[in-house]
């Protein structure tokens, strides 16, 4: 195991990306254990997901290929009523995505699974990248073993305001809002340590999808973002 880890130090490139394939291994594996029965249970009797189910079905079968409007009249909810002008739409966009991903094959039952599923892991792997990262001067196996540990327990942090419950009881946006702050913060570090315009308009995009997905969490990725404005840089990252 010593020599494993000092071959690992000597070509750097292999450590990480000997540590990342293991971390990515054990959370795809754990994602699936935990985020499987989403995908085959109904869910539409918990909580709020049937309001939920019907802002998504509603953009889905009927203003989007009927009228290619995202945001509509809906005739059918509070005897009519533009719901995603008044309620953050992006876990909506998102359902959109995975439909044309799906190339129209998942039914809108189906998209709302895999959506459910997405939000439930998605903690997971934004966490580990970016304590990935953030620990990468302490060399690739401790970051990695860190960002794991992380990343897992964001598959059993139960409270609903961020946490697991937050899924069954139909806090999708804010559960996938919980898994995107993770990037702005990812998507700041490297802004801060060498700007340029592509790095400017990934940070804006995703601070954007923050905020159409649940806009509570915004003010909390922008203070911790100027906060590591001025962390000290030591050493080389790993």
């Known amino acids: 195991m010593v020599s494993f880890m000092a071959r690992s130090r000597t070509h750097p490139l292999v450590g990480r990306s000997l540590a990342d394939g293991v971390a990515l291994c054990v959370l795809v594996v754990a994602s699936w254990h935990v985020g499987r029965p989403l995908l085959t249970a109904d869910v539409l009797i918990w909580g709020d997901n049937p309001g939920q189910f019907m802002r998504l079905w509603y953009p889905l079968t009927v203003s989007w290929p009927r009228f290619r409007h995202v945001v509509d009249w809906n005739l059918l909810w509070y005897a009519g009523y533009p719901e995603l002008q008044f309620y953050p739409p992006g876990f909506v966009l998102i359902g959109l995505a995975i439909h044309l991903i799906a190339l129209g094959q998942l039914s809108p039952f189906g998209v709302y699974n895999v959506l459910l599923f997405i939000a439930l892991v998605l903690p997971a792997f934004s966490v580990y990248a970016f304590l990935r990262h953030l620990l990468a001067t302490m060399g690739p196996w401790p970051a990695t073993l860190a960002g794991v540990v992380s990343g897992l327990f964001t598959l059993g942090f139960a409270p609903q305001w961020g946490g697991t419950n937050a899924v069954p009881i139909g806090l999708v946006g804010e559960r996938l809002a919980f898994g995107v702050v993770p990037l702005v913060w990812l998507a700041g570090l490297?802004?801060?340590?060498?700007?340029?315009?592509?790095?400017?308009?990934?940070?804006?995009?995703?601070?954007?999808?923050?905020?159409?997905?649940?806009?509570?969490?915004?003010?909390?990725?922008?203070?911790?973002?100027?906060?590591?404005?001025?962390?000290?840089?030591?050493?080389?990252?790993?």
């Open 190 to 238: 490297l802004l801060v340590e060498r700007g340029s315009p592509a790095r400017r308009v990934i940070a804006a995009g995703l601070l954007a999808i923050l905020v159409l997905l649940h806009p509570f969490h915004a003010p909390a990725a922008v203070l911790l973002g100027e906060r590591v404005r001025f962390r000290p840089r030591v050493g080389p990252r790993a």
